[in-house]
């Protein structure tokens, strides 16, 4: 007489993901035990708490690739894509902590309002190009500074930058600072070969540059990789000094 062997599935592995939950009216975090499998990241099991345990939990994603900058969130106290995010690189035995960018206004659970950015962005000075070199209308640029502004064109605008710059998010300075990713946008316009306009008076007077003390912590969280203080807001700090604070210039227009 032959009997039947069952098999059972092994039981997958388990991770408890502590998220925030809430308005701007205040709110708190909630625990979510959540089965896992290889190669999953953050996104993956938000998802899965969506559709297993809270359907009602706010996000906000869109490519999960890494490309829109849309699931921008902290994970583990740190600002991170939460699909560039891989479970494999977190400590599970431990909750995993999610909760929405500091820096800016929540609006439910993991999604903030980051509409000041694009109403930062509007107030810098636009491409002024030079006129062209040539009759046929086109221009001539050497190709060292073509690539000069290159990286700074990589931005997804995710705002993980901005999220991390303690003068936004520990001092609330948005009235009065532009923040890193918009020093970047600025860069790339006031180092372009062709363009005209000149940003500088108000990269001092308005944007607020002297607020940033290069602590870096802004390069150290870019999903894209880009060199923001060394090759971005170095660089526009330096031209303000030139302008405003070289004393031989300064000799220069009193004779």
Known sequence: ????????????????????????????????????DQGMVVLDAIHRIQAEQAPDLAVRWNCKAGKCGS???EINGM?????????SELNLDMPVIIEPMHAFPSIRDLVTDVSWNFAVKKQIKKFSPRLPDAEDGTWR?????????????????CFLCQDVCH?????????????PRFLVYTAALEMHPLDTADRVPDLKNKNGIGYCNITTCCRQVCPEGITITENAIIPLKER???????PLKKLFHIL
């Open 1 to 36: 007489m032959s009997g039947t062997v069952m098999i059972s599935k092994p039981t997958p592995p388990r991770a408890v993901f502590r998220i925030w939950r809430g308005d701007a009216g205040g709110g708190t975090f909630q625990d979510y035990p959540t089965a896992i």
């Open 71 to 73: 699931c921008s969130a």
């Open 79 to 87: 600002p991170k894509l939460m699909c560039m995010t891989r479970l």
């Open 141 to 157: 640029m050497q190709q060292v500074d073509v690539d000069r502004v290159q990286e700074f064109r990589k931005c997804i605008e």
């Open 167 to 179: 003068v936004l998010r520990e001092h609330h300075k948005h009235e009065e600072f532009i923040g």
């Open 240 to 246: 303000v000094v030139d302008n405003f604070f070289d």
